[in-house]
């Protein structure tokens, strides 16, 4: 099994980069805007839901505690 890799100079290797980013079709400034409006918002609802669900949790843990300490 031959597995020698062939070295290229760094110049060839931007140059091949540039040419592949001119293939990339890159999205539009209102899909990014979009997209990251979608993406922060599902963070604040993901954090309410958790900081909602911690907050019940911790207060219903709480409540068991106390009554088991009162025998």
Known sequence: MNTEKKKTSP??????????????TWPQKRDTFVSSAIVILLIILFSLFF???????????KKIIEIGSGF
Do not use: H, Y
């Open 51 to 61: 900081l909602l669900t911690d907050q019940i949790w911790s207060f219903s843990i």
């Open 11 to 24: 110049a060839l290797f931007v140059r091949q980069v540039r040419q592949e980013l001119q293939k990339v």
